[in-house]
Each structure stands twice: as C-alpha cells, then as structure tokens.
C-alpha cells in the first residue's frame, strides 16, 4: 500500500517562531489533507489540496504532487498551535474517500 | 452547522465483553467512515459506507467488529468480544461525496475506549 511520511516528528518551538512540516508519498494521490490534533483529541480540517498553494491565516500548504510531497508553514506559532498535525493522502480509482494517514508531527508551542 | 456527533466519549470494558458506538453525520453527508486511532499512531480506516452501502471494509476485523448504517444516516461500530489490543479511539467522519472523490472528511470527537 502506499507509504505516508512525515517529518520532522517532533518539534518544539517558542511562541512566534516559523515552522515548516513536510509529508511525503509513495504513489500519486487523487487528494491530500492536512489535521491538526488539538490536546483533546479533536481532529479538524486544515487544508483539502491536492496540488498548489492554499493560506489560512498563519497556515498555508503546497502540495507538489508531481514530486509526491506537501508541505505545512506555520507562521508566528501561538501556544494554541500545539498538538499533533498529520496529513492523509486519497488515492483515485476503486480506493476514492480512502484516506491513509501519516504518523504525525508533535509541535509543542511554549510560551 | 452541527458538526459530527458521536456517543459516548469514554467507555472501559472488561476483555471478552462487547461494546458498541454511535455516530450521527453532518446532514446531507452520504460517505461516513470509522476509524481506529491507537495512541501515538495516525487513524486508520476500519470501514466507510456509502449511503447505507459499504464501500470499503477491507481492515474491519470480521470475526469480531460489525458495523451498520441503517436508513443512510447513522451508523453503529460494535466490538464483540473486545480484546486488549482494541483499546484506541474511534473516530467517526463524514464527507459530501461529489463523485469525482472522497472530498473533505469532518470528524467526530471520537469515543476511548479501554480495554482491561
């Protein structure tokens, strides 16, 4: 099946700090999606981006599919930001809806 | 909009006993799946159903987890007997299949499970 990588799976920075989460692919995928976690579990809806540029505020993603990565900007990092992120690849065809996950990266925000 | 509900949040069950979850989509959502989020790992899908169809139930453990969706609305995840390694969360999800691709999976806020 296809492999989702994430890096790096830790990282821990100060409040206001950049950061920058990559995921990679072994296969094309029909779409990819970024989470984030929140400390209770929740999971929400950051990105839905199969390719290109997207921004929210102080996120934005770009997934290069033809490369097979995507990756995550967060900008002046707020305490609240903390959590688990992971993206989730689709694949096209009979697999469409399917969603396979990364293992995650664990930003810790400190004040 | 409500968002996706699920019910209960926490259970704790003796091995060999059964359990069951409940999930209610946001409305108008046809695709609803159920996922198995082990500590420290990301979800993986246990089965996704079409309206009331099951479209995918590839890793449902069959001998012991069934899963319904009667009337294309809500759905029931039961576990019977549970084993140890059961313990995880179980996260329901829901989308608006457009037909061109799963589109943007919602989550629910899952139900934890422990398993003794």
């Known amino acids: 099946g296809i492999q989702v990588e994430q890096s790096p799976p830790d990282l821990i920075l100060q409040e206001g700090a950049n950061s920058t989460l990559r995921c990679n692919f072994s296969d094309s995928v029909n779409n990819l999606q970024w989470f984030h976690q929140n400390p209770w579990g929740q999971l929400i809806n950051l990105f839905y981006?199969?390719?290109g540029t997207k921004q929210n505020g102080r996120l934005s993603a770009t997934t290069v599919a033809t490369e097979r990565y995507s990756l995550l900007y967060i900008s002046s990092s707020q305490t609240t930001d903390s959590g688990v992120y992971f993206c989730?690849?689709?694949?096209?065809?009979?697999?469409?809806?399917?969603?396979?996950f990364g293992q995650g990266t664990i930003l810790t925000v400190h004040p | 909009e409500a968002g996706v509900a699920q019910s209960p949040r926490y259970k704790i069950i003796e091995k060999r006993q059964s359990v069951a979850f409940w999930c209610n989509p946001i409305s108008g959502h046809a695709t609803l799946y159920w996922y198995q989020q082990i500590l420290g790992q990301g979800p993986k899908l246990l089965i996704q159903?079409?309206?009331?169809?099951?479209?995918?139930d590839s890793q449902l453990p069959k001998d012991r987890f069934s899963a319904e969706r009667l009337k294309g609305v809500d759905s029931t995840l039961k576990i019977q007997p549970a084993k140890l390694e059961d313990s995880a969360v179980y996260l329901c999800?829901?989308?608006?299949?457009?037909?061109?691709?799963?589109?943007?999976?919602?989550f629910g806020p899952g139900t934890r499970l422990t398993v003794l």
């Open positions: 989730a690849v689709e694949l096209g065809g009979t697999s469409y809806g399917k969603l396979t």
């Open positions: 981006i199969p390719s």
């Open positions: 159903f079409q309206n009331n169809g099951v479209v995918d």
């Open positions: 999800a829901s989308s608006w299949n457009s037909g061109g691709g799963g589109g943007t999976q919602y």
